[in-house]
């Protein structure tokens, strides 16, 4: 059964730049073709989609953050990783990871890690 | 971006009744809608995609319909462990969800 894990600092500077691994369990991100992803959601609020990353390595970003974030694979460790540059108050949320199901960045997300709460402050 | 609204944000229900959650995108997006439940402090979990296909695994009283712009998340006959968040979410363009509509017990 496949399962998501979501690592990283709980507590980040603002202006600092927030990096979190998702670790993959279960199966393998580098022998399967599919997309995975990072989506967050603020306190209270709804889910924001942050950016996939194909098997492949080809990287695709929310437009709105698309200038500050960062998306990788370590296929060694099965993990892929998120940072986000010049952060505020705002990036202040739960960042979770998520498999998208088929081959296409245009997909729903299944399964979803747990999550992990990122707060911004100084 | 294609936006997504649902409908309502927030109502109470009693179980068994049957609720019926809208969502509206801002152009067509064919069936590529996904429906999602949210408990609190948990994780988004699948319930439908494409629309009206159901993710394995989740009860047959869960039903999705619509195409185009216009879609609706049914729940049959509300049990107790329905009352939670509901999200849709479009996949025709990069991925993007409505607002939520939070379901609570009358």
Redesign the interface.
Same mark, same amino acid.
């Given at each position: 059964q496949l399962q998501l894990q979501e690592s990283g600092p709980g507590l980040v500077k603002p202006s600092e730049t927030l990096s979190l691994t998702c670790t993959v369990s279960g199966g393998s991100i580098s022998r399967s073709s599919y997309y995975w992803?990072w989506?967050r959601q603020p306190p209270g609020k709804?889910?924001?989609?942050i950016g996939s990353i194909y098997y492949s390595g080809s990287t695709?970003y929310?437009?709105s953050l698309k200038s500050r974030v960062t998306i990788s694979e370590d296929t060694s460790k099965n993990q892929f990783s998120l940072k986000l540059s010049s952060v505020t108050a705002a990036d202040t949320a739960v960042y979770?990871c998520?498999r998208l199901?088929g081959n296409?960045?245009?997909?729903?997300?299944?399964p979803?890690?747990?999550?992990t709460l990122v707060t911004v402050s100084s | 971006?294609i936006r997504m609204t649902q409908s309502p944000s927030s109502f109470s229900a009693s179980t068994g009744d049957r609720v019926t959650i809208t969502c509206r995108a801002s152009q067509d997006i064919s069936s590529?809608l996904?429906w999602y439940q949210q408990k609190p402090g948990?994780?988004?979990?699948?319930l439908i995609?494409d629309a009206s296909t159901l993710?394995s695994g989740v009860p047959s009283r869960f039903s999705g319909s619509g195409s185009g712009t216009d879609f609706t998340l049914t729940i049959s006959s509300l049990q107790s462990e329905d009352f939670a968040t509901y %999200?849709c979410?479009q @996949? %025709?363009?990069?991925? @993007?969800?409505?607002?939520?509509t939070k379901l609570e017990i009358k």
């Amino acid at each position: 059964q496949l399962q998501l894990q979501e690592s990283g600092p709980g507590l980040v500077k603002p202006s600092e730049t927030l990096s979190l691994t998702c670790t993959v369990s279960g199966g393998s991100i580098s022998r399967s073709s599919y997309y995975w992803g990072w989506i967050r959601q603020p306190p209270g609020k709804g889910l924001e989609w942050i950016g996939s990353i194909y098997y492949s390595g080809s990287t695709y970003y929310n437009p709105s953050l698309k200038s500050r974030v960062t998306i990788s694979e370590d296929t060694s460790k099965n993990q892929f990783s998120l940072k986000l540059s010049s952060v505020t108050a705002a990036d202040t949320a739960v960042y979770y990871c998520a498999r998208l199901p088929g081959n296409s960045n245009y997909a729903w997300f299944d399964p979803w890690g747990q999550g992990t709460l990122v707060t911004v402050s100084s | 971006a294609i936006r997504m609204t649902q409908s309502p944000s927030s109502f109470s229900a009693s179980t068994g009744d049957r609720v019926t959650i809208t969502c509206r995108a801002s152009q067509d997006i064919s069936s590529y809608l996904a429906w999602y439940q949210q408990k609190p402090g948990k994780a988004p979990k699948v319930l439908i995609y494409d629309a009206s296909t159901l993710q394995s695994g989740v009860p047959s009283r869960f039903s999705g319909s619509g195409s185009g712009t216009d879609f609706t998340l049914t729940i049959s006959s509300l049990q107790s462990e329905d009352f939670a968040t509901y %999200y849709c979410q479009q @996949y %025709y363009s990069y991925p @993007y969800f409505g607002q939520g509509t939070k379901l609570e017990i009358k």
